[in-house]
């Protein structure tokens, strides 16, 4: 199990969602086709089935309140319930994990509705359509031997998981990756840095700076001064995946400064959860955010490539 290496790409990540030909993306070759022309068969007639099942509660439910009768039997929820659960297994077994979480968070909806059944009306179940339509688009994108990143379906998968009531939304819930924390090279550039008070209220201005939403000259030397204190953390860590965690900041920021990656709403907060982090550091707390080291390679992997007249050595690495 490695690290995924950095990939190519378009700046802007809300762009790139959208974007079919990334290096991330499973290809049609590494599937097997047959097994997965029929399980997107049989997953359009399961997921039409749910969807009908949905409506016809709803308007049963409201028929029945109307006559001031009994309310509907849940059975038919769990019942959707049950196929879109097994069309998450399907996808599972087909080795498409990330169309499967847009279905497994479709499921915990149509769940949270089971035990109180008037929270499902004609918006939530177009939510779901939606976010069931936008995976089996990208599974027939796949057998028409198209290479599709799982990020095109992230749109509808954060609808649906607002709706599920999940604590997180992020793009990278959808990146399908085999995590393994790797020693990266030292970065001769970088000036050791400690862990200590002056240290912390330098990245404490620095990233209340970003929050300001500057632009400019002046974002881009707030992004490289970031960028230099976190590599400068990386080199004096001690501890190897501390010092990987500070490494993978200092290249997500310096592919900020340099253009090679948007300034958006995720990396906003990726950047604003490495306060914390330093705090423990300062601590002495030998803890480290496996999630947050994995966003950060998530942002890593979503720049585009340095070109041979640009010095980006951080995220080159």
Partial sequence: MTLAPVATGRPNLESSLMDSHRADSPKASEIDLNALAWV??????????????????????????????EGVDAAVLRAARQQIHQGVGALELVGLPGAARVLRASEAVVQRVVSKPKRLNAQVIETIERASFAMLDYVGRLLSGKTVSELSMFPQFRAVQELAGAERVHPSDLWDLDWAWLELPQDPSA???????????????????LMRSVEGGRQRAIFEAIGKLCAGLGAGATQPRMSTLWKLAGAMFEAQANGLLAHDLYSKRVASRLLPQFRMLENGQDEVSERLARDLLFFCSRSTAPGPSLSAPRIAA
Avoid: I, M, P, Q
């Fill in 191 to 209: 000036s050791s840095l400690t862990a200590d008070a002056d240290t912390r209220r330098r990245l404490e201005t620095l990233l209340l700076g």
């Fill in 40 to 69: 997107h068969e049989e997953l359009r007639r399961s997921l039409e089935s749910a969807h009908k099942a949905l409506r016809r509660f709803v308007k049963d439910h409201a028929a029945a309140l109307d006559a001031d009768a």
